[in-house]
């Protein structure tokens, strides 16, 4: 059960240093990585695949299985790299990702 604020976001979280505005990063996906994750969303949306979400926890980030779950978890630590370290529990902690082909 969440509650939610007038914000549709999660009631009593302390927002104030957050930004919601949109943000664009240049350069964050090099150009020769762009293959792999071409050929790993062919794997997701194939009906070989069952799942149709993916979880990669904190402590998996270090040894991702595939280029798109390397991308998750270069976009979860772009996001939490200023963060203290006691700032979010790492063994509960992760991205969910998916592909929309």
Do not use: K, N
């Not at 790993?40 to 779950?69: G, H, K, N, Y």
């Not at 939490?80 to 998916?98: C, N, P």
Request: negative net charge; glycine residues 8%.
């Amino acid at each position: 059960f969440v509650m939610l604020d007038g914000d549709g976001r999660v009631y009593g979280v302390d927002y104030d240093d957050m930004e919601f505005g949109f943000r664009a990063f240049r350069d964050f996906l090099p150009s020769e990585h762009v293959g792999a994750l071409v050929a790993d969303a062919a794997v997701i949306d194939s009906p070989m695949c069952p799942a149709s979400t993916f979880w990669v926890a904190c402590e998996d980030m270090a040894q991702p299985r595939c280029a798109l779950e390397a991308l998750a978890a270069a976009i979860f630590r772009t996001h939490t790299r200023e963060m203290g370290v006691d700032a979010f529990d790492r063994g509960t902690s992760g991205a969910e990702w998916w592909g929309e082909t």
